[in-house]
C-alpha cells in the first residue's frame, strides 16, 4: 500500500512519476482492480468542500499530487520525496514504458475529434503503443450510470489501462460507481491530459509548470471557463492550508 499524506483532509499518495508508472504496471501485472485520482490544488479544495467527493477521492489507490502547490505543501509536511505527477506527463510516461510490455490502453471521454487527433499523436510518438479502444460519450450534466452496451465494449477490449477525461470532479465519481463493472485493472481520471497530449490545447511552458505558474497560463488561454477555479480556487486552498497548519501549534 503507498503512504499517503493528509492535506486538506485528502490523502495524497506520497509519490514521484517514476514511483507512480512503477506502481501502475505492478498492479497491471497483478491484474488488481483500482482506479487513479489526479489531484491538483482545485481537486482538494473541492473535496474539502463536498464530504461525498472526499470519499470518492480517498478510496482510490492512488492520487496523485498534480498541482506543484500540492507538491510544495506536501513537502513543508515533511515528505521531501513527493514531486509532481502530471496527468499528461504519466499518460505519456505510460504510454512509452508499456510498448515493451504490451500495455493495452482505452480511452473514453472528450469529443470523437478529440479521441481521433490523440491517437494519432500517440502512435507517432510511441509507435509500438498498443490502443484497445477509444470512446467519446454525449455529454452530460452529472453523474450517470453508463449504457451497459459501453461497459461491455470496455470489457471486451480487454485493455489494462483505461484512460478517463471527464474532468473533475465528474470522472472521479464515474470511475467509483463503474469500478465494480469493469474489468480493467487500473482506471486513471486524466482530466486535461486528452485535450494536451492530443495537442487541441496548449501546455504552459516546462519552466511555468515547475514554478507553480501553470494556472496563470491556463487562466489566460481559457478565462471565462476558468477564473473561478484558479482565482477562488486557488485563495480557498491557500486559506485552507493555513488553517489546517495553525491547528498544529
Given at each position: 500500500?503507498?503512504?499517503?499524506?493528509?492535506?486538506?483532509?485528502?490523502?495524497?499518495s506520497r509519490?514521484n512519476?517514476?514511483l507512480?508508472?512503477?506502481?501502475?504496471?505492478d498492479?497491471?501485472?497483478?491484474?488488481?482492480?483500482?482506479?487513479?485520482?489526479v489531484a491538483?490544488a482545485?481537486?482538494?479544495v473541492?473535496?474539502?468542500?463536498?464530504?461525498?467527493?472526499?470519499?470518492?477521492?480517498?478510496e482510490?489507490?492512488?492520487?496523485?499530487?498534480?498541482?506543484?502547490?500540492?507538491?510544495?505543501l506536501?513537502?513543508?509536511?515533511?515528505?521531501?520525496?513527493?514531486?509532481?505527477?502530471?496527468?499528461?506527463?504519466?499518460?505519456?510516461?505510460?504510454?512509452?514504458?508499456?510498448?515493451?510490455?504490451g500495455l493495452?490502453?482505452?480511452?473514453?471521454?472528450?469529443?470523437?475529434?478529440?479521441?481521433?487527433r490523440?491517437?494519432?499523436?500517440?502512435?507517432?510518438?510511441?509507435?509500438?503503443?498498443?490502443?484497445?479502444?477509444?470512446?467519446?460519450?454525449?455529454?452530460?450534466?452529472?453523474?450517470?450510470?453508463?449504457?451497459?452496451n459501453?461497459?461491455?465494449?470496455i470489457n471486451?477490449?480487454?485493455?489494462?489501462?483505461?484512460?478517463?477525461?471527464?474532468?473533475?470532479?465528474?470522472?472521479?465519481?464515474?470511475?467509483?460507481?463503474?469500478r465494480p463493472d469493469?474489468?480493467?485493472p487500473?482506471?486513471?481520471?486524466?482530466?486535461?491530459?486528452?485535450?494536451?497530449?492530443?495537442?487541441?490545447?496548449?501546455?504552459?511552458p516546462?519552466w511555468?509548470q515547475?514554478?507553480?505558474?501553470?494556472?496563470?497560463?491556463?487562466?489566460?488561454c481559457?478565462?471565462?471557463?476558468?477564473?473561478?477555479?484558479?482565482?477562488?480556487?486557488?485563495?480557498?486552498?491557500?486559506?485552507?492550508?493555513?488553517?489546517?497548519?495553525?491547528?498544529?501549534f
Amino acid at each position: 500500500m503507498l503512504k499517503t499524506i493528509c492535506l486538506l483532509g485528502v490523502n495524497i499518495s506520497r509519490i514521484n512519476l517514476p514511483l507512480a508508472t512503477r506502481q501502475i504496471i505492478d498492479w497491471v501485472n497483478k491484474k488488481q482492480t483500482t482506479y487513479v485520482c489526479v489531484a491538483p490544488a482545485a481537486t482538494l479544495v473541492d473535496a474539502r468542500q463536498d464530504e461525498a467527493y472526499r470519499k470518492v477521492v480517498n478510496e482510490a489507490g492512488m492520487v496523485t499530487p498534480d498541482g506543484m502547490p500540492v507538491v510544495w505543501l506536501a513537502r513543508l509536511r515533511g515528505c521531501p520525496e513527493v514531486d509532481r505527477v502530471y496527468g499528461p506527463d504519466l499518460m505519456r510516461e505510460l504510454c512509452e514504458k508499456g510498448q515493451d510490455t504490451g500495455l493495452r490502453h482505452f480511452f473514453y471521454g472528450a469529443t470523437p475529434e478529440t479521441l481521433l487527433r490523440l491517437e494519432q499523436k500517440l502512435i507517432e510518438r510511441f509507435p509500438k503503443i498498443m490502443i484497445a479502444g477509444t470512446y467519446a460519450p454525449p455529454f452530460k450534466k452529472g453523474i450517470w450510470q453508463e449504457d451497459p452496451n459501453i461497459i461491455d465494449r470496455i470489457n471486451r477490449a480487454e485493455a489494462d489501462i483505461l484512460w478517463i477525461g471527464l474532468g473533475s470532479p465528474k470522472q472521479d465519481f464515474w470511475m467509483k460507481l463503474h469500478r465494480p463493472d469493469l474489468k480493467v485493472p487500473v482506471m486513471i481520471g486524466a482530466g486535461a491530459a486528452f485535450d494536451f497530449c492530443a495537442g487541441v490545447k496548449p501546455q504552459a511552458p516546462r519552466w511555468m509548470q515547475r514554478s507553480g505558474l501553470e494556472w496563470m497560463f491556463r487562466l489566460c488561454c481559457e478565462p471565462r471557463r476558468l477564473w473561478k477555479r484558479y482565482l477562488i480556487g486557488n485563495s480557498l486552498f491557500l486559506i485552507y492550508a493555513i488553517k489546517d497548519s495553525l491547528k498544529k501549534f
